[in-house]
């Protein structure tokens, strides 16, 4: 699975847009972009994921680039709940393929 | 989202003894499912895969004989630690696939093991 490299830590304004960015640069046509996060002592979250197109649901939206080497993780309207680690890894989405997670970016959301 | 369950969530045990988690799919089948152990102010570290119905594949570096992990059902998979030592305490965080042709992954709730 390709590498991603993200910043180890970023902090936000309660009620303000978060904009996680992630670099990907070796990935693969076949790769997806998952986006997990783990809060405090907490079995990691399921986010959301893409290949190529920016994807929304109710949690985040996934932008991501055209050459596909990097994309960026958006929290809308960041509250202080959301303060975690966020983890963006690439994989093929197949069957039984294992998830590695990386040192992650740790998001502190400020009142 | 699918939901995955681990027990127990924290358990404390004295050195030598054995220590068994459990992961269990509750709304869903899980062929594979997935172990990872976590030390404090650490990502997560994939320790097996863990396959129904087959043996478990470990990662580099893991042991065993000494992580046992059985899944026997659809819906579950158990983690033994055996002989544990206090530098077996630790996190422990399982995950089975619940999307049907997108590949996510959903955790369990963690089981925090702390041997004395």
């Known amino acids: 699975d390709a590498k991603t490299t993200q910043p180890p830590s970023m902090d936000c304004a309660e009620g303000r847009a978060a904009n996680l960015p992630c670099n990907h640069s070796?990935?693969?046509?076949?790769?997806?972009v998952y986006w997990y996060r783990q809060i405090h002592s907490q079995g990691p979250q399921y986010i959301i994921h893409?290949?190529?197109n920016n994807e929304t649901n109710e949690m985040a939206s996934l932008i991501i680039t055209e050459d596909r080497k990097s994309s960026t993780l958006i929290l809308p309207h960041a509250t202080l709940r959301d303060t975690a680690v966020y983890y963006c890894?690439?994989?093929?989405?197949?069957?039984?393929?294992?998830?590695?997670f990386g040192a992650g970016t740790i998001l502190r959301v400020k009142s | 989202g699918a939901v995955v369950s681990q027990h127990p969530s924290w358990v404390i045990c004295k050195s030598g003894t054995s220590v068994k988690i459990e992961c269990r799919s509750l709304?869903?089948?899980?062929?594979?499912m997935f172990w990872y152990r976590q030390f404090p102010k650490q990502s997560l570290m994939l320790m097996a895969t863990?396959?129904?119905?087959?043996?478990?594949?470990?990662e580099q570096g893991v042991e065993k004989d000494k992580f046992l992990i059985n899944h026997a059902s659809l819906t579950l998979s158990t983690l033994t630690v055996t002989s544990a030592h206090p530098e077996d305490s630790s996190f422990y965080i399982c995950?089975?696939?619940?999307?049907?042709?997108?590949?996510?992954?959903?955790f369990g709730e963690g089981s925090r093991l702390t041997v004395l």
């Open positions: 070796t990935i693969s046509g076949n790769e997806y």
């Open positions: 995950s089975a696939r619940g999307g049907v042709n997108t590949g996510e992954l959903f």
């Open positions: 890894i690439v994989r093929v989405a197949q069957t039984g393929n294992k998830l590695v």
């Open positions: 709304d869903f089948q899980a062929t594979t």
């Open positions: 863990s396959n129904e119905g087959s043996k478990a594949t470990y």
């Open positions: 893409g290949l190529k």
